[in-house]
């Protein structure tokens, strides 16, 4: 397709012992160009002060948003008698994909960091500097003039930094391999009662690298690198109590380590500010959980079940300078160690009624939390402080339908979520030492989301089919942490929309199935799907604002008349439409605003075929 595209898949089911003992083994690769293209800025512009790097005449670097994977995995299946049956299964992703499609979209030359961003060329002349300005900004979307490298300046402030003057370069690639297996062992102990083992374990190890100035000047740049193993154990009774009552009875633990290593240069805070982080953290949790469904009436149902987790995370700090840069102070986290320890139980409840064939509706109520921690972007020892789960209480009502046959499908949903001490970044923290700058996790509010939700299916005919879906949003803050005296601590009001909140979400497709002589089918297929715009930051501006939009997939797809030969040809972003899936508003410190754009309109051949 598009951009190089090269997309395989493949599956097979074998047979090593009839009816005893099977293997399953399935790939993918995927390879495609990236749909942003970078261009060595000095090669283009000559007198813009910026030395050209680039060895072709284009000047050309390189692509962002381009895919290059490979998966595989291989599942044995060995069922020695009826009572018994284990399924083992290992996996494997190798991703060598280019960096993310990252654009610059503004530039704020009088923010502190866009002057201390300016770089001098050669390093240590003070005569030809250029500036961090708007002229980074490429007229055309998909262009990006990010070099990955930087000129370390001279440290703002105590002793010079011998360093000074080289030059970073980092690799606008990222490099991630994953792999893991797991056991799955069942059980049947008699006609009502079951036993299941889950285990697993999971190994990965991530690198990438982010120019966040966007550009060849000396402002921002990170070489991330997260390496990870966890294991997991889940034990499950399973049983029946004649026709009233299914339940299921559980335990669960898991253990991982989880080690955050990285190298910031960031001289737009403080010029020569550049350090090595490395920063391990140890995490488990245990539950137990219990879930049972009566069926009271051939219509009625209950479903009700209770958990209860405990979870524990230990992170180890470590900051230090790289050469003579300078760390602010970072390097007092060494060898401090936050803790958190928290437990929870949780609960549901579901009821649904089955008026008749045609007509269900249900009710429920849950609760759920996400884990507590310890800040993980401390400026010193006395930032190193735990915060606790944030709680949510979800209510839902609805009903799922199907008229005219099963011709016609509705269902619809409405819910309530209430969130409870939920987890807000603040960038003031008067309790704290330093109380600025901070960037510390607290539980700092409550807040509800309302919605809700539609969808419709209908076959007018046997071979004509529409699909539509519908959904709203509503998400307000009702309660913030003040600081003394009732001084907003946050940043945000109460009655405030939370960054990332999307109203609204819509879609809809159409297809029709045309039969042709011999028994094979032709089915054209159109879908269109439009995303409301969202803020990313806590106080809004249209600065940090990520624009709606909506996108149309065309696919016309023929299949030979026993389903073993299927053909398409598939097109996305078919009206080729510029959009955007984040922003990143550093306007007021950095000078830069940059965001991840979508990729343009594409075309793709498909090919598959069943043996």
Known sequence: GSRSLLDMRATGDFALVPDTLSVRISGVSRKQTGYVSRYDYGCLVPGSGVPANSTQSSCFLGHEGGKDYSAGRAALRWTPNEAFEANLSADVTVDNSESAAIVLQAVNPAAGGALFSRTCFPSGTTTNCVPYTSAFIPSDPYTSYASFSAIRPQNLFGPPNPLAGSTINFDPTTHTKVWGSNLTLDWKLSDSLALKSITSYRRFDSRWSEDNDVSPVSGSLGAEHIYNHSFSEEVRLNGKAGSLLDFTLGAYYFDQTTTYATHQFLPYAVPGFEFYGNDPVDASSYAAFLNTAWHLTDALNVNAGVRYTHEKKDYAYSRLPVGGSLVLGLDSLNSTVGHYDGSKVDYRLNVDYRWNDMLMTYASVSTAFKGGGTNARPFGPGQVVPFDKENLTAYEVGFKSDFFDRRVRLNVAGYIN????????????????????????????????????????????????????????????????????????????????????????????????????????????????????????????????????????????????????????????????????????LLISSGAQYGMIGAPREFAFELKKKF
Do not use: M
């Open 418 to 585: 209430k969130y409870k001490d939920i987890q807000l970044t603040l960038l003031t923290c008067p309790s704290l030492t330093p109380a600025a700058p901070c960037a510390a996790t607290f539980n700092a509010g409550d807040a509800d989301i309302k919605g809700v939700e539609v969808e419709a299916e209908a076959h007018p005919t046997d071979a004509l089919s529409i699909d539509a879906s519908v959904s709203t949003l509503s998400f307000k803050y009702t309660r913030l942490l003040t600081g003394a005296g009732g001084s907003n601590i946050t940043g945000l009001t109460v009655g405030q929309e939370a960054p990332g909140t999307i109203k609204l979400q819509w879609s809809a497709g159409i297809q029709y199935d045309f039969g042709l002589p011999g028994g094979s089918t032709v089915t054209p297929r159109f879908d269109y799907a439009f995303q409301g715009g969202f803020n990313t930051n806590a106080v809004f501006a249209a600065s940090n604002r990520v624009a709606g939009y909506g996108l149309g997939t065309a696919r016309i797809t023929w299949k030979s008349p026993e389903d073993k030969w299927e053909a398409a040809l598939i097109g996305s972003n078919v009206f080729d439409k510029v959009y955007y899936f984040s922003n990143f508003d």
